[in-house]
């Protein structure tokens, strides 16, 4: 495990911009505009503002799924600053695999994957050897409550909340240096988020930092060092 | 970071059939252990790519393969006897199994043949070899001995894919692979690619005009739009933020 990420800056955002084009509609969506913070190792900044203020949007846009159109975002690794905004595909490919984690609102199960493979898989990519990436996995799964016969089933059959805990350890399988998280909490069962909190907790203490959107900040309490408002921001910024 | 040797690259390649543009400025790489997906409309010029990729088409542009030996050399311009030697590095999967297959030979004997004409004569080798490739293509081994006329279209497809596996190729075009395969066939044949791609890190270049079948097993994907690249990303940016209108509209019309 690389030690590299305990301390200091890990992501600085300067002015970054999401603007979709819709060219059947020809028209252009403003996701957001402006936005600025930086992060250091085990912080975690909770994003807030309303619906379509743009939460998900940002996360998307740090994780490339989303092209920024400005702005940039720093990401510190071990062979030096990298800029979000400007890398090629290529490279985002192995930045996401090594440095930053991300949770969606939902998991888009791959169709004949069991839950077992999905979870294992990041684990594999980091040079862990399948017996051992599968015996973790199932034991982060069970962690969160996943019934142990869903371990060699295909997600694609189950409910939300067991959708969403095979999403989250697949994430938090690999303690990532950046983990992005987009409401994790909404479709889970009481003791899931509470096993959810605690190994936030220990992935803060090893330093890994953390952006999260959550509706609900018990599911949350005691872990959130600062907050960055988007719908504030949109607005001075349309004043300026 | 440091720059990335692609394993082929495609350097503003056109071509044209009469006045009329088939392919216009196409540069493409591939990389290795990765899988590249071609997405187009019909008559985009998806097939006309492959057969250039495969060095059956003629076409202006370059065509490199960083392979010891290749290097620096455009195989668009290679000689015709020169060609085999360079195709020995890729093999072709073809949306009608009977382009590639003789339909009335055994299984078998279509996978040994690409051992039979690089020179192997030992039947052991020919039949363990080819064996070994059926079974990492998934085909049921009992039904090694039938020909692909008695086959269905999802084991013809594993035979053409044994057939590209037994030449141990550093790419793997597939034109269509999966296109007339029922939903169950064509879902276990996407599971055999993913595998291979895994298992044996092969670098894998899908055609396909259904986005929901190269979402499944690409890593990146270039859209062809009337012969030019109009898009290419990562897989999942060019789903959730297509910025060309074609894109646009094909991912909106997706099912």
């Given at each position: 495990m690389p030690q590299d990420f305990r301390k200091g800056k890990v992501l600085q955002v300067v002015n970054l911009e999401k603007r979709f084009f819709l060219h059947r509609l020809g028209r252009e969506v403003l996701a957001f505009q402006q936005v600025?913070?930086?992060?250091?190792?085990?912080?975690?900044?909770?994003?807030?503002?309303?619906?379509?203020?743009?939460?998900?949007?940002?996360?998307?846009?740090?994780?490339?799924?989303?092209?920024?159109?400005?702005?940039?975002?720093?990401?510190?690794?071990p062979l030096g600053t990298v800029d979000l905004a400007r890398l090629g595909d290529r490279e985002v490919l192995a930045i996401r695999r090594e440095r930053i984690g991300y949770v969606s609102?939902?998991?888009?199960?791959?169709?004949?994957?069991?839950?077992?493979?999905?979870?294992?898989?990041?684990?594999?990519?980091?040079?862990?050897?399948?017996?051992?990436?599968?015996?973790?996995?199932a034991e982060l799964l069970l962690e969160l409550g996943l019934k142990?016969?869903?371990?060699?089933?295909?997600?694609?059959?189950?409910?939300?909340?067991?959708?969403?805990?095979?999403n989250l350890a697949r994430s938090l399988i690999h303690p990532y240096p950046l983990l992005l998280l987009d409401e994790p909490t909404a479709s889970l069962d009481t003791a899931a988020k509470l096993a959810l909190r605690?190994?936030?907790?220990?992935?803060?203490?090893?330093g890994t930092a953390i952006i999260g959107v959550f509706h609900s900040l018990d599911d949350v309490s005691g872990l959130v060092d600062k907050t960055y408002s988007l719908e504030v921001r949109a607005n001075v910024a349309s004043r300026a | 970071?440091?720059?990335?040797?692609?394993?082929?690259?495609?350097v503003k390649v056109c071509k044209a059939y009469g006045d009329r543009w088939a392919l216009k400025n196409v540069s493409l790489k591939l990389y290795p252990q990765e899988v590249l997906g071609v997405v187009g409309a019909s008559?985009?010029?998806?097939?006309?790519?492959?057969?250039?990729?495969y060095l059956q088409e003629t076409a202006q542009g370059e065509y490199r393969l960083n392979v010891p030996?290749?290097?620096?050399?455009?195989?668009?311009?290679?000689?015709?006897?020169?060609?085999?030697?360079?195709?020995?590095?890729?093999?072709m999967v073809y949306q009608d199994a009977a382009q590639a297959l003789r339909m009335g030979f055994a299984a078998l004997t279509n996978v040994a043949e690409p051992l039979v004409l690089r020179g192997e004569r030992r039947f052991g080798v020919l039949e363990a070899e080819a064996q070994e490739a059926l079974e990492r293509a998934d085909f049921p081994l009992e039904r090694a001995g039938d020909p692909p006329a008695s086959l269905s279209g999802g084991e013809r497809q594993r035979v053409q894919?044994?057939?590209a596996l037994v030449q141990k190729p550093l790419a793997v075009l597939l034109d269509e692979p999966t296109t007339g395969l029922d939903l169950l066939v064509q879902a276990t044949f996407l599971d055999t690619l993913r595998r291979l791609k895994r298992q044996l890190g092969m670098s894998l270049i899908l055609v396909s005009h259904d986005l929901s079948v190269v979402r499944a097993v690409a890593d990146r994907i270039v859209v062809l739009y009337q012969g030019e690249v109009v898009e290419e990303g990562l897989a999942d940016q060019v789903l959730e933020d297509p910025r060309h209108p074609f894109t646009q509209d094909l991912v909106a019309a997706r099912l």
């Amino acid at each position: 495990m690389p030690q590299d990420f305990r301390k200091g800056k890990v992501l600085q955002v300067v002015n970054l911009e999401k603007r979709f084009f819709l060219h059947r509609l020809g028209r252009e969506v403003l996701a957001f505009q402006q936005v600025s913070f930086s992060l250091q190792a085990g912080e975690f900044l909770l994003l807030e503002g309303p619906n379509g203020s743009g939460k998900s949007s940002l996360l998307r846009t740090l994780y490339r799924s989303y092209w920024p159109t400005a702005g940039q975002a720093l990401l510190q690794t071990p062979l030096g600053t990298v800029d979000l905004a400007r890398l090629g595909d290529r490279e985002v490919l192995a930045i996401r695999r090594e440095r930053i984690g991300y949770v969606s609102q939902f998991l888009d199960p791959r169709p004949r994957t069991t839950a077992l493979e999905l979870v294992a898989e990041p684990l594999l990519w980091q040079g862990v050897a399948e017996n051992q990436a599968r015996h973790r996995a199932a034991e982060l799964l069970l962690e969160l409550g996943l019934k142990p016969e869903l371990l060699e089933t295909f997600p694609t059959s189950f409910s939300g909340g067991e959708k969403q805990k095979v999403n989250l350890a697949r994430s938090l399988i690999h303690p990532y240096p950046l983990l992005l998280l987009d409401e994790p909490t909404a479709s889970l069962d009481t003791a899931a988020k509470l096993a959810l909190r605690e190994r936030l907790r220990a992935l803060k203490q090893q330093g890994t930092a953390i952006i999260g959107v959550f509706h609900s900040l018990d599911d949350v309490s005691g872990l959130v060092d600062k907050t960055y408002s988007l719908e504030v921001r949109a607005n001075v910024a349309s004043r300026a | 970071m440091a720059e990335e040797t692609p394993l082929l690259e495609l350097v503003k390649v056109c071509k044209a059939y009469g006045d009329r543009w088939a392919l216009k400025n196409v540069s493409l790489k591939l990389y290795p252990q990765e899988v590249l997906g071609v997405v187009g409309a019909s008559g985009s010029g998806k097939t006309t790519l492959l057969k250039i990729l495969y060095l059956q088409e003629t076409a202006q542009g370059e065509y490199r393969l960083n392979v010891p030996g290749w290097e620096g050399r455009n195989l668009l311009l290679l000689s015709r006897y020169e060609q085999p030697a360079a195709r020995h590095y890729l093999a072709m999967v073809y949306q009608d199994a009977a382009q590639a297959l003789r339909m009335g030979f055994a299984a078998l004997t279509n996978v040994a043949e690409p051992l039979v004409l690089r020179g192997e004569r030992r039947f052991g080798v020919l039949e363990a070899e080819a064996q070994e490739a059926l079974e990492r293509a998934d085909f049921p081994l009992e039904r090694a001995g039938d020909p692909p006329a008695s086959l269905s279209g999802g084991e013809r497809q594993r035979v053409q894919i044994a057939k590209a596996l037994v030449q141990k190729p550093l790419a793997v075009l597939l034109d269509e692979p999966t296109t007339g395969l029922d939903l169950l066939v064509q879902a276990t044949f996407l599971d055999t690619l993913r595998r291979l791609k895994r298992q044996l890190g092969m670098s894998l270049i899908l055609v396909s005009h259904d986005l929901s079948v190269v979402r499944a097993v690409a890593d990146r994907i270039v859209v062809l739009y009337q012969g030019e690249v109009v898009e290419e990303g990562l897989a999942d940016q060019v789903l959730e933020d297509p910025r060309h209108p074609f894109t646009q509209d094909l991912v909106a019309a997706r099912l």
